[in-house]
């Protein structure tokens, strides 16, 4: 998908150019933040707030291999971090802190570093809290939570976290959004609703990954969340487990 020779902002192969891209410094990155995590281990929501979209960044131009002997280092904050987080939910800017350990948590899984922490968070009660909220969360965020209740399984409750309305009651094979965030997630929830078959949704899956690096460049979505959709498609619709997500998600981005 990367294969386009050019290296403009907003492309894949831009991502990946080896003299400016993010693929050149992501790595030594990740290996300082997770080195500076290690010495405030007593400071566990900080440290994976920071790491979150370093170890997906370097899932997605690397591979999982780096971002794993990475993780594998960090993994014991996981669960603090997680029980940290729950306790600040009510506090000083909850959705953001929540999510962001929660993907790293993501992003840790995807990679094998860890399994079994997503399902067994309390994500799917902090969804609801939120969905249930009188202030909308802003798009970015919001957008976050419904690839997270996709994860889950939770259809209906992605639809109420992007907005939108009801989901349609029909689905629409081959459909494509682009850079249209909320009609892809929409999309899926319906795809998921409705049982569809992964080659009916697969055009909407393609076109998202061929547009996200726009997406990124405007600030509409960061690498934590492109994992989070690649864990949507590849668990629930392709049925790869967790633990691969990582690699099939690298294989599709990579230059040929």
């Known amino acids: 998908m990367a294969a386009a020779t050019n290296s403009t902002p907003?492309?894949?192969s831009g991502l990946f150019s080896p003299e400016w891209g993010e693929k050149a410094h992501a790595p030594a990155f990740l290996k300082r933040y997770a080195a500076l995590a290690l010495t405030k281990a007593n400071e566990p929501v900080p440290q994976l707030t920071l790491l979150a979209d370093s170890l997906a960044s370097v899932i997605v131009l690397v591979g999982p291999g780096e971002a794993r002997a990475a993780a594998e280092q960090i993994v014991p904050l996981c669960e603090p971090a997680l029980a940290e987080a729950g306790r600040l939910f009510q506090k000083v800017d909850p959705p953001?802190?929540?999510l962001q350990v929660l993907s790293f948590v993501n992003a840790a899984e995807v990679c094998g570093a860890v399994q079994g922490r997503v399902e067994?968070?309390?994500?799917?009660?902090w969804l609801e809290s939120l969905a249930k909220a009188a202030r909308r969360q802003e798009n970015p965020l919001a957008y976050r939570c419904g690839f997270v209740a996709l994860c889950l399984g939770e259809p209906e409750l992605a639809a109420k976290l992007v907005g939108g309305g009801r989901l349609p009651g029909t689905f629409t094979p081959g459909?494509?959004?682009g850079v249209d965030v909320q009609g892809f997630i929409r999309y899926l929830a319906t795809a998921m609703k409705q049982q569809a078959p992964a080659d009916d949704v697969r055009p909407a899956w393609q076109s998202f990954v061929?547009?996200?690096p726009m997406i990124k460049a405007a600030e509409r979505g960061t690498w934590s969340d492109l994992v989070w959709a690649a864990r949507a498609w590849f668990t629930r619709f392709e049925q790869l487990p967790v633990a691969r997500v990582g690699e099939a998600l690298h294989t599709l981005v990579k230059p040929a």
Not at 120 to 125: C, G, I, N, W
């Open 210 to 212: 061929e547009g996200f």
């Open 175 to 177: 459909e494509q959004f």
């Open 96 to 98: 953001r802190v929540a």
């Open 10 to 12: 907003g492309t894949w």
């Open 120 to 125: 067994a968070s309390a994500a799917k009660a």
